[in-house]
C-alpha cells in the first residue's frame, strides 16, 4: 500500500515550460482576436452613424428650404419694388439681407420674400398682420461646426427682426440656381448673377454639402472632392465623411400670379 501510493505521488506533475508557452500564446491569440472584433464592432458603429446623421442633416435641411422657399411671393404684390416682391436682390453691402451668388463653398445667400400666414418668420418671431418679410437663409460656423441658418427681415421697418438662429448642423455648402426663360424658347437654371427678370423665376434649385454635424468626422483622413450644381468642385482633406443633397422648388405662387396677367 505504501509503494503503491508512492508510485501514484511520483506520476504527478505540473506543466511544462514548453505547455506553459504554448497555452500563454493562445490566450493571446484569443485576446488580439477580440480585442480586433470589438474594434471593428465599434467602427461600423460609427460609420453607421455617421451616415446616419449625414442623411438626417441633408433631408432636414432640404425639408426645411422646400416649405419656407416656396412661399415666396406670397401677397406680395403691393410692395412698390417689382424686383423685391419675390426675393431681396438689393446690395448686400448695406444690411446683408440679400439674395447673393458666392463662388466660395460657403456658398449663397437667399432672402425670400412674403407675408406669413401666422405671423411668424422662421425663427418664430412675431410679425404683424400685414407685415411683408424676408426669410434669409445662409451659413455660418460656430466652435468648428456649419449650420444652416436663418434670420428674418421686415421689409416694413427695414431692419432684422430678430437674431440668426441655427437650424441644422453640418451643412457647410449651400448653392442655388435660379430657372429664367430663355428668349428663343425654352428655359435655363442660372446663378443670381445673371438673373435679368426676378419677377420671372418661377423655380430654384438648390444643393447642400452636408456632414454629420460634428466637429471632427468619424472616418480616416482622406482628400474627397464635390461638386454644387454650378459650383465647385471642392476639395476637402480630413475626416469627414460628406454628401450632396439637391432638389428643385417650384415657386407656385409667381407661377400663378403671372398667369393671372
Known sequence: GIQTMSADRARQYGLSMVELLVAMALGLLLTVGALQMMLASQQLYDTTDSQSRIQENGRFALDFL??????????????????????????CAGNNACTEDTTGIAGDQIAA??????????????????????????????????????????????????????????????????????????????????????????????????????????????TRTFTLLDAGPFSLTDKHERQVYSTTITLNNVIYNNAEK
Not at 434669409?136 to 440668426?164: H, K, M, P, Q
Not at 446663378?191 to 460634428?214: F, K, M, P, T, Y
Open 66 to 91: 422646400s416649405r419656407e422657399l416656396s412661399k415666396a411671393y406670397y401677397q406680395t404684390t403691393d410692395i412698390g419694388t417689382v424686383e423685391n416682391r419675390t426675393f431681396l436682390t438689393e446690395s
Open 113 to 222: 420674400v412674403f407675408n406669413p400666414e401666422n405671423d411668424r418668420d422662421c425663427t418664430d418671431n412675431t410679425v404683424g398682420p400685414e407685415d411683408i418679410i424676408a426669410n434669409v437663409f445662409y451659413l455660418n460656423t460656430v466652435d468648428g461646426i456649419s449650420a444652416l441658418n436663418c434670420r428674418g427681415f421686415s421689409l416694413e421697418s427695414n431692419s432684422w427682426i430678430g437674431v440668426g438662429q441655427p437650424l441644422v448642423d453640418g451643412v457647410e455648402s449651400l448653392h442655388i440656381l435660379y430657372r429664367v426663360e430663355l428668349a428663343g424658347g425654352g428655359f435655363s437654371y442660372v446663378s443670381a448673377d445673371d438673373v435679368d427678370d426676378w419677377a420671372a423665376v418661377s423655380a430654384i434649385r438648390v444643393a447642400v454639402l452636408v456632414n454629420n454635424g460634428q466637429e471632427i468626422g468619424s472616418g480616416n483622413v482622406e
